[in-house]
Each structure stands twice: as C-alpha cells, then as structure tokens.
C-alpha cells in the first residue's frame, strides 16, 4: 500500500514545483491513476500515466536522468529532452498496441513531466474495459508479480 501512494505522492509534489496550475491540473487529470513504464534507449524507464477516456498521457522521467542523462551520446540533457520524452510517449502507444495512434499535443510542465495528447482511429473504449498494460514500477527488493 505504501509503495502505491509514494508515486502519486512523487508525481504531486514533482507538479507542485511547476506552479499552482500545472499542479492542479496534474491532480485532476493524473493523481489517480497507476503508473507504467517504457523504456527507450539505454533501458531509460519513464513512467506513464495514461488517461485513455480523453487521450492524453503524463510522461514522467527522474531527476538524475535529467541531469546525466543516458545514452546521449555527449548531447545536452535539455536539448535531447523533447526528442526522448516524444519517443517514450510513442513506445508507450506501440507496446499498448495502439500503433495506428498519432501524438497530436504537447504541453512541458516541468523538466520531468510533459503531456501528450494522442489520437486513434478507433473509439474511446468504454470504461472498465480490459486493455494492455505495461508493468509499473517495482520497489527495490520486491520483485515482479
């Protein structure tokens, strides 16, 4: 139980830096769900919050990465963050199997959260309905389910 409210708790106070706003538009929208993760490139996790009723999704990606950064190959953290956020969101609508989905919008709230709204040709499935997830992150020792 603890674990599962450490992320959104992470995922508010990450939100809260970027201003009263984005803090409570990131509540609303994205608080309640259970994170997934993708990973790109050099096994680069982000966290995945998918709002799939209105077709937007929270990319969320950590601190050290932002700084460090993984597999830049000597590119600039900063520069290559719409590049790596873009390709995350992407990986995460074809691990779902929804390929034939487009990004259609972008909004940065923070260094480690951007939003990306999405369209697909087929339509919104009703709630409840079971989908492909990706696994969620896991706390260090407690292994896969």
Do not use: H, W
Not at 60 to 74: F, H, I, T
Not at 83 to 112: H, P, S
Request: glycine fraction near 10%; aromatic fraction near 6%; charged fraction near 25%.
């Amino acid at each position: 139980m603890g674990k599962r409210l450490a992320v959104p708790l992470v995922l508010v106070l990450g939100a809260a830096l970027s201003g009263c706003t984005g803090f409570a538009y990131i509540s609303k929208t994205y608080v309640s769900l259970r994170p997934q993760v993708v990973t790109i490139g050099c096994n680069e996790p982000y966290e995945v919050y998918d709002q799939r009723q209105t077709r937007q999704m929270l990319i969320v990606s950590n601190g050290p990465r932002e700084v460090a950064g993984c597999g830049l190959d000597g590119e600039d953290p900063v520069a290559s963050r719409p590049r790596r956020f873009r390709a995350a969101a992407r990986t995460y609508l074809d691990e779902t199997v929804r390929d034939q989905c487009r990004i259609v919008g972008e909004t940065v709230f923070t260094d480690r959260q951007t939003e990306f709204a999405y369209a697909c040709d087929e339509p919104i499935e009703p709630r409840g309905t079971k989908v492909p997830r990706l696994p969620g992150r896991t706390a260090v020792g407690a292994g896969s389910r």
